[in-house]
C-alpha cells in the first residue's frame, strides 16, 4: 500500500497558525475519508479531524473546532489540517490516516487502518 506522507510540523509560538499536509500516490486516495490525529507526550492519540471522501462532510473534535480546519485536494492526493491560534498543548505528532471502509464512526483512532509515519508540531509559551 502507498505511503501516507505528512509534511509541515514544525516549532512555533502560542497564537501562530501552521498548515499540515498528508499526500500519497495511491491512486484510490480519492475514495477514502481521511482524518487526522494526534499523539500528545505520554497520551493516547486522539482524535483531530476527519473529512468524507468527497470534502462534503468534516468533523472535528470539541476542542478543536474554530480552530482547525481540514480539506482536501483529491487531485492532488493530498489532504490538509490548517490549524489556528495554536496553544501549547497542541503539542503533539499529528498523523494523517485512513478510514476504515468498514468503520461506522470518526472519533476513535481505532476507525482508521492505515497511518502515516507522522510529523511533529511543538507549540512554544
Known amino acids: 500500500q502507498a505511503p501516507l506522507v505528512e509534511s509541515g510540523g514544525g516549532l512555533v509560538q502560542a497564537g501562530d497558525s501552521l498548515r499540515l499536509s498528508c499526500t500519497t500516490s495511491a491512486r484510490t486516495f480519492s475514495n477514502y475519508n481521511m482524518g487526522w490525529l494526534r499523539q500528545r507526550p505520554g497520551e493516547a492519540r486522539e482524535f483531530v479531524a476527519a473529512i468524507s471522501w468527497d470534502g462534503r462532510n468534516k468533523f472535528y473534535a470539541d476542542s478543536m473546532k474554530g480552530r482547525f480546519t481540514i480539506s482536501r485536494e483529491n487531485a492532488k492526493n493530498t489532504v490538509y489540517l490548517q490549524m489556528d491560534n495554536l496553544r501549547p498543548d497542541d503539542t503533539a505528532i499529528y498523523y494523517c490516516?485512513?478510514?476504515?471502509?468498514?468503520?461506522?464512526?470518526?472519533?476513535?483512532?481505532?476507525?482508521?487502518?492505515?497511518w502515516g509515519q507522522g510529523t511533529q508540531v511543538t507549540v512554544s509559551s
Open positions: 490516516a485512513k478510514h476504515g471502509i468498514h468503520s461506522m464512526g470518526y472519533y476513535s483512532p481505532d476507525e482508521y487502518d492505515y
